[in-house]
């Protein structure tokens, strides 16, 4: 069963910069249909997809965020990480890693998030 | 950015109610749409892919349909344990942008 899991401070001051890791096991991690991916939700509200990294550490970013966001990889540890610069109060959300998979099978290929990690608060406070 | 727009927003149900919810996007996206079930305090668990796609274990109640730029997602009996929240997610282009979200809650 594949698991993720993420990791990092859970308070950050504003203009500081917000680091998380996710941790992935029970599965195979540098598959080529496989990507990594972070998604965030403030308290009460909808989702934001951040961005993705390739097991090849080539990324796509959300460009609301581009500006301020670095998603890396560590194949070596099954790990990736996200790094958001210059925070605000507005940055404030549960914070969600997810495999994203490339399904090739007919009729049409597609993508979707199956695996998620149970998420971590980060908090943008002084 | 495609906009996704759910509706209704929220919607209140009885056990053994049928519930239709739908996603539309602001252009054509295909079938390249998800739909995702989240519960209080819990992640997203994807339930369709590409549409209409059953994901595995996913019960057979949930079921959907759509393409282009209008979709559904069908709950044929609900079940106590699908109080929650839905969300449709489009996987056309970048960004990926989910709907609003749709409450389902106990009538």
């Known amino acids: 069963q594949v698991q993720l899991q993420e990791s990092g401070p859970g308070l950050v001051k504003p203009s500081q910069t917000l680091s998380l890791t996710c941790t992935v096991s029970?599965?195979?991690?540098?598959?080529?249909?496989?990507?990594w991916t972070w998604i965030r939700q403030p308290a009460g509200k909808g989702l934001q997809w951040i961005g993705r990294v390739y097991t090849t550490g080539s990324t796509d970013y959300n460009p609301s965020l581009q500006s301020r966001v670095t998603i890396s990889i560590d194949t070596s540890k099954n790990q990736f990480s996200l790094k958001l610069t210059s925070v605000t109060a507005s940055d404030t959300a549960v914070y969600y890693c997810?495999?994203?998979?490339?399904?090739?099978?007919?009729?049409?290929?597609?993508?979707?998030?199956?695996?998620w990690g149970q998420g971590a608060l980060v908090t943008v406070s002084p | 950015d495609i906009q996704m727009t759910q509706s209704p927003s929220s919607l209140s149900a009885s056990v053994g109610d049928r519930v239709t919810i739908t996603c539309r996007t602001s252009q054509n996206i295909s079938s390249y749409l998800n739909w995702y079930q989240q519960k209080p305090g819990r992640a997203p668990k994807l339930l369709i892919y590409a549409a209409s796609t059953l994901q595995s274990r996913v019960p057979s109640r949930f079921s959907a349909s759509g393409s282009g730029t209008e979709f559904t997602l069908t709950i044929s009996s609900l079940q106590p344990e699908d109080f929650a929240t839905y969300y449709c997610q489009q996987c056309y282009s970048i960004p990926r942008t989910f709907g609003q979200g749709t409450r389902v809650e106990i009538k």
């Open positions: 997810a495999r994203g998979i490339k399904d090739y099978a007919p009729p049409l290929p597609t993508e979707y998030f199956d695996y």
């Open positions: 029970g599965g195979s991690f540098s598959v080529g249909s496989y990507y």
